[in-house]
């Protein structure tokens, strides 16, 4: 168990529709990433954030934003979805104080658009 | 930005025989290279890293080597057991930012 918490594990929704993915970070760890991963893709890095702060933004499209709390839980929302949003999304966490912080995955939400 | 090529993309190997995965990298910059196991309905987990500073790390029967000159890092697993079945994913980053770019993973097969 890498202590990274992920909630739903799956979602179902339709086309149009606005889902909010939720990520509990391992304790102690500032940094929340997202990460997307389509059926046989690989990982493909959306954003990162730090004590609150947007860090880093990768390939995420504009319909997708994301938010960290102050307890630190980050949400991952993603609105006016697509068939082709359909994948895993994959919460890591990581302590990030410049030494010795590997990235610790979740479980993954999958989200199902029909 | 960073661009990781993994492969092969799929590895057959026999229990017990060694299975090699490779990895090439596109900034010299990069300076940390992680592998993650992602085994069926969980997320990715650290295997094993190495950073630029060194050659060869090994824990147990998971070894990589990482050749900087060339740009490219392997892992290799020894004695494989079908447990070592699963899909694994090389990257590479800047170990201070922990900006990691994932290759596109090499799903592994070990036949009993």
């Known amino acids: 168990d890498s202590g990274v918490t992920q909630t739903p594990k799956h979602l179902i929704t339709a086309t149009g529709q606005r889902v909010t993915l939720r990520c509990s970070p391992r304790?102690?760890?500032?940094?929340v990433y997202w990460y997307q991963q389509s059926l046989d893709q690989g990982l493909q890095f959306l954003i990162q954030?730090?004590?609150?702060?947007?860090?880093a933004k990768g390939n995420i499209l504009e319909r997708f934003s994301a938010q960290q709390f102050p307890d630190l839980h980050s949400e991952l929302n993603l609105s006016s979805l697509e068939l082709g949003d359909s994948a895993l999304y994959f919460c890591a966490s990581s302590v990030d104080r410049g030494d010795n912080s590997p990235l610790h995955f979740g479980n993954g939400t999958r989200l199902t658009v029909t | 930005g960073e661009n990781v090529e993994q492969h092969p993309s799929t590895l057959s190997v026999q229990e017990g025989d060694s299975a090699v995965i490779k990895c090439t990298y596109s900034?010299?910059?990069?300076?940390?290279f992680p592998w993650y196991k992602q085994e069926l309905g969980k997320g990715p987990q650290l295997i094993i890293d190495?950073?630029?500073?060194?050659g060869e790390k090994k824990d147990q029967r998971i070894a990589v080597t990482l050749n900087k000159t060339a740009k490219h890092f392997s892992l290799h697993i020894t004695e494989t057991q079908p447990e070592d079945s699963a899909v694994y994913f090389c990257a590479a980053g800047l170990y201070n930012f922990n900006k990691f770019y994932f290759g596109s993973g090499t799903k592994l097969n070990v036949k009993p």
């Open positions: 190495i950073r630029s500073n060194v």
């Open positions: 304790s102690g760890d500032l940094s």
């Open positions: 900034d010299s910059a990069s300076n940390y």
């Open positions: 954030y730090y004590n609150g702060e947007e860090r």
